[in-house]
């Protein structure tokens, strides 16, 4: 029996079939990126327009590569205020000549949770400029159904702080955040090894992103590899619909017309 066939996911007009979005940063080298990439079997992978050298990536010729890959998804990551996500998120507009943007507004450098005040004015100015916004934010079903009411096209919680590894903390609040979304609904941040994005998708969500679980990997491109197995497999698995729990054990083996049991009589 074959596999199944991968479902499609959209995010705005983008469609795509990989459901693992991958980050760029913190490689070993360029080469290694590359190759990890292609093991992930990723589609959308991500750039720090803030931390990123681009007329030098441009001479490296890196960002060529990327872009005749893959759909990029520029982010805002080290933006602190609405101010300066707007800015950085026009300039990749300019630079890459792409309107898909991943909102970041970090509250502070200890933490790297989400300013919620401040990512709720940025998406709504974002939105209303014509950006396709996929907004990284806490596990609050609250503020998720808000960010998807302003028009967000995806809305991305954090399953832990960012770079932790910890895992999805609250996996509850991911299947209330589930009931809530019409968009699609992606696990960004704190995912550490491959059973972190297999769980992600058990729970609902329709795609993992994350780029240290990777590059910080003993060996990134094998990681690659796994991430790309554990995120088809928690897709399958949600698909085909798990058992529900018990308290109390249940034979697997039915027990009707066994010797002995009335019903043989």
């Given at each position: 029996m074959s596999d199944p066939k991968p479902s499609t996911w959209k995010v705005g007009p983008y469609e795509f079939t990989s459901r693992l979005l991958v980050g760029t940063a913190r490689y070993a080298n360029y080469q290694v990126m590359l190759d990890a990439l292609e093991a992930s079997g990723t589609e959308l992978v991500t750039v720090g327009i803030r931390r990123l050298d681009i007329e030098a990536s441009r001479e490296a010729g890196i960002l060529e590569i990327l872009t005749e890959r893959y759909t990029?998804?520029?982010?805002?990551?080290?933006?602190?205020?609405?101010?300066?996500?707007?800015?950085?998120?026009?300039?990749?507009?300019?630079?890459l000549e792409t309107d898909l943007i991943k909102?970041?507004?970090?509250?502070?450098?200890?933490?790297?949770?989400?300013?919620?005040?401040e990512l709720l004015k940025?998406?709504?100015t974002l939105v209303a400029d014509g950006f396709v916004v996929m907004a990284y934010t806490n596990d609050d079903p609250v503020l998720a159904r808000k960010l998807q009411d302003i028009g967000c096209a995806a809305v991305m919680p954090l399953g832990s702080p960012i770079g932790s590894g910890m895992g999805i903390r609250n996996p509850y609040n991911?299947?209330?955040?589930?009931?809530?979304?019409?968009?699609p609904m992606l696990v960004d941040a704190g995912i550490g090894t491959a059973s972190d994005a297999a769980l992600a998708m058990e729970l609902g969500c329709d795609g993992v992103l994350l780029n240290t679980a990777i590059s910080g990997a003993e060996k990134p491109v094998v990681m690659a590899r796994a991430f790309r197995d554990a995120v088809r497999a928690g897709r399958w698995a949600r698909e085909a619909g798990r058992i529900p729990?018990?308290?109390?054990?249940?034979?697997?083996?039915?027990?009707?017309?066994?010797?002995?049991s009335e019903s043989s009589s």
């Open positions: 990029l998804l520029p982010n805002t990551a080290g933006c602190y205020t609405a101010r300066d996500a707007v800015l950085t998120a026009q300039l990749a507009r300019e630079a909102l970041e507004v970090i509250a502070d450098d200890q933490t790297l949770l989400p300013d919620s005040e940025a998406a709504r991911f299947q209330i955040i589930r009931e809530f979304m019409e968009v729990r018990r308290f109390y054990a249940q034979a697997s083996t039915p027990l009707e017309g066994a010797v002995g």
